[in-house]
T-cell receptor, first 114, second 109 residues
Framework: EPEVTQTPSHQVTQMGQEVILRCVPISNHLYFYWYRQILGQKVEFLVSFYNNEISEKSEIFDDQFSVERPDGSNFTLKIRSTKLEDSAMYFCASSEPTGEKKLFFGSGTQLSVL | AQRVTQPEKLLSVFKGAPVELKCNYS??????LFWYVQYSRQRLQLLLRHISRESIKGFTADLNKGETSFHLKKPFAQEEDSAMYYCALSGLSWGKLQFGAGTQVVVTP
């Protein structure tokens, strides 16, 4: 079965540094998402992306966050100036353009901000 | 505001015993409810959608609008059911899921 791929699986960075989390969604999917889960907390929606633009974003997704689909396969989440509280597991997901409303999740990138 | 509540952080059951994971929600419109499961060291994956009204791996879930609940049930738990289970709600914005805190299920032999 096709899978959503995320790289790296772990990322350690210093506070204030920029990080880019990478995702390769399933090839025929057109809707893309980022979620995150801070340790011990709920999985939270960050942003949805369709047709090369943001469809919806949460309050968490402030100006330090951005998303991009730089080519036909990758979907990236950039955090410009990381804070300690950005430490979390970040999940990418994608879904099909029609039919069953099913999100396919990647295995996540654990981001640690020191 | 939409909210999903899973009151149990941990459920420990014996193999062969029934298991029920509780999920309550608050939403002003007509939500879509889902159960996602995360097995150890694996990714989040969809288990059930309320619209499908199907049984997956022996699990069923019925949407009760009167009680605003979407409890997940299985009559006979198996060891391979040990996992983290998340109830999730989708409102008007498809793909924007509101997750509950999750319930860790441990099935012991």
């Amino acid at each position: 079965e096709p899978e959503v791929t995320q790289t790296p699986s772990h990322q350690v960075t210093q506070m204030g540094q920029e990080v880019i989390l990478r995702c390769v969604p399933i090839s025929n999917h057109l809707y893309f998402y980022w979620y995150r889960q801070i340790l011990g907390q709920k999985v939270e929606f960050l942003v949805s992306f369709y047709n090369n633009e943001i469809s919806e974003k949460s309050e968490i997704f402030d100006d330090q966050f951005s998303v991009e689909r730089p080519d036909g396969s990758n979907f990236t989440l950039k955090i410009r100036s990381t804070k300690l509280e950005d430490s979390a597991m970040y999940f990418c997901a994608s879904s099909e353009p029609t039919g069953e409303k099913k999100l396919f999740f990647g295995s996540g990138t654990q981001l640690s901000v020191l | 505001a939409q909210r999903v509540t899973q009151p149990e952080k941990l459920l420990s059951v014996f193999k062969g015993a029934p298991v029920e994971l509780k999920c309550n929600y608050s939403y002003s419109g007509s939500p879509e409810l889902f159960w996602y499961v995360q097995y150890s060291r694996q990714r989040l994956q969809l288990l059930l959608r309320h619209i499908s009204r199907e049984s997956i791996k022996g699990f069923t879930a019925d949407l009760n609008k009167g009680e605003t609940s979407f409890h997940l049930k299985k009559p006979f738990a198996q060891e391979e059911d040990s996992a983290m289970y998340y109830c999730a709600l989708s409102g008007l914005s498809w793909g924007k899921l509101q997750f509950g805190a999750g319930t860790q299920v441990v099935v012991t032999p």
